[in-house]
């Protein structure tokens, strides 16, 4: 009997180390229920505001929200004009908003080149958060031959009031796998200063080559990058992280995925695209079981010993 009583507490402690941590996660809040895939998070004066890719005929949708847990309200298209070396129907991916120390806004998004198609990383500039933008340049910022496409700008200022690029590399067919980049920006927000850097490679199997939408959150010992990984397609599609202690580098990267659709229990599939602003992590997911259009979700995010932690 005290045989079977210690095989008992051990298939207890077993199902308690083994079983996905989904209710310690808790259910995702669904804060927009339409197509907002690659949301931008942004903390205004007066409540909030969020950016996403193109959906139809909107360049660069943006919705509003007195809080971050909402109501979110989607609003019009924050971008006022093409710029001119973009296709004009190639669609704006992955916004960022940020705002400079003289009070201008900076909006980074990813175009394709006009007439080739390749993506390329421009910016707009704004005197109010939600714009309208106005493309800034005759070319764009980031643009690097060799790298097959370089998009999901997501701008990062250091506590130093240094300000970065964060952005990734496409990678090819043949040759090396998607990257993602650090490119140290002038105050102006537009000017590159100094050589890029490699943050990480798509080196894991899971990440079937690749790496994308790159954030970046500062503890008080060392820098966090959340990253997407896998193709957005598929319901393996997740949300992993690195370290490092120093945006340099190196960074290091956790074992297994921080958010995926198995983590939350299926009821996000494929949460990717994370923004971390004021305690939560925002993400998109597809809805309603198809692959026509990507929600934003909503998920409590701390960092107990400068280690991020869901729920």
């Not at 996403?52 to 019009?76: C, D, F, I, L, N």
């Amino acid at each position: 009997m005290k045989f079977m009583h210690r095989l008992l507490i051990l298939a207890v402690a077993l199902t308690l180390v083994l079983s996905p941590p989904a209710l310690a996660i808790g259910t995702p809040k669904l804060l927009i229920g339409q197509d907002f895939p690659d949301p931008d998070i942004v903390k205004t004066d007066s409540g909030y505001l969020a950016f996403s890719t193109s959906t139809g005929a909107v360049k660069v949708p943006y919705a509003q929200a007195p809080a971050a847990e909402g109501p979110w309200r989607v609003g019009g298209d924050a971008l006022a004009a093409v710029p001119k070396w973009a296709k004009p129907d190639g669609g704006f991916w992955a916004p960022d908003v940020t705002r400079l120390s003289d009070g201008t806004f900076v909006l980074y998004f990813s175009a394709a080149v006009a007439p080739g198609g390749e993506m390329c990383i421009g910016v707009a500039t704004a005197a109010k958060a939600e714009g309208p933008y106005t493309p800034a340049g005759d070319g764009p910022l980031i643009c690097v031959p060799g790298d097959g496409g370089d998009i999901d700008p997501q701008t990062f200022l250091d506590s130093d009031g240094s300000r970065y690029l964060l952005y990734k590399s496409d990678g090819a067919a043949v040759g090396p796998p998607a990257a993602i980049w650090s490119q140290k920006l002038l105050a102006d927000g537009r000017t590159p200063d100094g050589p890029r850097i490699e943050l990480l490679r798509a080196d894991l199997a899971s990440e079937n080559a690749v790496v994308e939408a790159p954030s970046v959150v500062k503890t008080p010992s060392r820098y966090v990058l959340f990253y997407s990984a896998d193709t957005f397609q598929s319901s393996g599609y997740h949300t992993g992280y690195a370290t490092a202690p120093s945006l340099s580098g190196p960074f290091v990267k956790a074992g297994t995925p921080f958010l995926s659709t198995d983590l939350v229990g299926g009821k996000v599939d494929a949460p990717g695209g994370a923004d971390v602003v004021d305690g939560h992590i925002h993400f998109h997911g597809w809805l309603g079981g198809g692959r026509t259009a990507r929600g934003m979700y909503q998920l409590p995010i701390a960092f107990p010993n400068d280690v991020p932690q869901l729920g």
